[in-house]
């Protein structure tokens, strides 16, 4: 009896130390920023702002902080059975972009058990982007997506835990959709580091909100996460946190613009002809699939007169089943890819050169085409500030051997630009040690999520994250050096033209 109120006392001390070195912090309004001017040099005289951020600069954990770290990581570890079993599950149960139902019910179910208000679907989205969703997927309003709030709060500082749960699509192959991204993983890091973080907040009075967040179909486009964004799922959020599986190597990465899927130019080309017996009267009918023939061809005859930075991507969607019928209507859905975060002009330019491609393949046919350019993958941010702290972390709780000084190339948090520029956040990667390197979107790839080395991954991501989150919410200081480094890259992008000012969401 004695030792248990022993305990108590030790909670309330630490709470009302916690609660006071809060207010003291937030009392010093200067940033890490301010206070590091002349360690931070900037690149260029046109502001640009600092790409390579000195480690050292955030300043160590104190002894009450590391105490609370090392709880959540024991909650976590607790339940990493759970997170195993979830993973595992999805591996073995994949549903590909917009029929993650059985996945995200899964998820809800979770967090409800645990205090979050889950709601599904997301309203407010753009009636273009609803449109195409529709017709493609039957998924207007997004029902798989899900955002749950522990016990409905929005204090800040709000610290949103996002993830996915979309499989490949394989339909040709013999076991269909599968996980070779890994995205099986992603929903139980993030639900291991919010309910435990949630638990860990509420024993000890911490300030803040934990919100987790299903985002579907990041496979296909368009861009769900651009929508939501714009939709309002994010706002209010003050960071954001997600991960991606694991590799056999991590690496900080460079601050600034860029986008890990390369800018994205995606568009639908419909072509329409005139449907005829194919044997007994050809000569009545318009090919639509002769036109989508001439279209793919003659866009390869443009590869050669293109940048190396560019990569052309191209389906046949739609089309029809009978031989012995001229197709009336084709559908190719294409992609123009390129890899120079600077190049959105040249990107818009070639988008052009496709597009008339597409009308001449439609005219030499005698058919014609509808053009629909549906999906836009832009220039994110990569936060420094957030990727110092985060290697402050791998490196405490990651292997060495799996952790390369190298610097890699900005990327920003989210594969579709936009939400990156509104919200500060990163992926969080663990280092395992002794893992092969494997292709993306492979069936090996697949696999080694399920293996020992795949459920180690799961606890060290979440606890590299829990830790991150609990330093983001007990440091307002780290918080607000975060935030101006979003407003100086914003500025900056904008100067240069690497963003537009109607990306920053008002």
Request: aromatic share 10%; charged share 25%; net charge negative.
């Amino acid at each position: 009896m004695y030792k248990k109120w022993i305990n108590y006392f030790k909670i309330v001390v630490l709470s009302v130390f916690m609660v006071v070195f809060s207010c003291i912090s937030l009392a010093n309004d200067t940033s890490y920023i301010q206070e590091n001017k002349d360690k931070l040099i900037t690149l260029e005289e046109n502001g640009k702002p600092p790409t390579v951020i000195p480690e050292g600069l955030i300043p160590p954990e104190d002894a009450s902080l590391t105490a609370l770290r090392h709880k959540l990581d024991q909650m976590i570890k607790e339940y990493l059975p759970r997170m195993s079993e979830m993973s595992d599950w999805l591996y073995y149960n994949p549903e590909p972009g917009y029929y993650e139902f059985n996945a995200s019910k899964m998820y809800g179910a979770e967090l409800e058990k645990y205090g979050f208000e889950v709601t599904y679907g997301v309203e407010g989205l753009e009636e273009g982007y609803n449109s195409v969703i529709k017709e493609r997927f039957n998924a207007e309003g997004l029902p798989t997506a899900l955002v749950a709030k522990y016990k409905g709060k929005d204090e800040h500082p709000i610290i949103c835990f996002m993830f996915e749960a979309d499989a490949l699509r394989a339909p040709t192959r013999e076991k269909g959709a599968f996980h070779g991204c890994q995205h099986n993983m992603q929903g139980a890091v993030a639900l291991g580091a919010a309910i435990n973080l949630a638990r860990l907040m509420e024993e000890n009075n911490l300030p803040g909100s934990v919100w987790a967040v299903l985002t579907p179909a990041e496979e296909i486009p368009p861009p769900d996460k651009s929508a939501m964004t714009k939709a309002g799922v994010f706002d209010g959020v003050d960071v954001l946190l997600r991960s991606h599986g694991f590799g056999h190597q991590v690496k900080r990465s460079e601050a600034g613009f860029g986008n890990c899927c390369y800018l994205i130019d995606a568009a639908l080309y419909e072509f329409y002809g005139k449907s005829s017996h194919a044997a007994f009267s050809p000569w009545s009918g318009r090919d639509a699939l002769d036109a989508a023939r001439l279209f793919l061809t003659a866009v390869d005859m443009r590869r050669e007169h293109s940048k190396p930075e560019f990569r052309f991507m191209g389906a046949i969607t739609k089309t029809g089943t009978a031989a012995n019928v001229v197709d009336d209507f084709v559908q190719v859905d294409h992609w123009i890819r390129n890899s120079d975060p600077t190049a959105q002009k040249e990107i818009d330019e070639k988008a052009e050169e496709i597009d008339k491609i597409a009308q001449g393949a439609a005219a030499a046919a005698l058919c014609e085409v509808k053009i629909r350019h549906y999906a836009h993958y832009y220039n994110g941010i990569e936060y420094g500030w957030l990727n110092n702290l985060w290697w402050e972390y791998v490196n405490l709780y990651g292997d060495a051997e799996a952790i390369s000084d190298e610097l890699g190339r900005p990327s920003g948090w989210a594969e579709c630009g936009y939400p990156s520029v509104n919200i500060p956040g990163i992926t969080v990667y663990p280092a395992i040690a002794n893992v092969p390197e494997l292709a993306g979107h492979s069936d090996e790839n697949a696999d080694i999520t399920i293996t020992e080395a795949g459920h180690k991954a799961l606890l060290q991501t979440a606890q590299i994250s829990g830790a991150m989150a609990l330093r983001i919410i007990l440091d307002p200081k780290l918080l607000a050096t975060i935030k101006e480094e979003q407003k100086n890259w914003q500025e900056y992008g904008v100067k240069t033209g690497l963003i537009t000012e109607d990306m920053i969401r008002k």
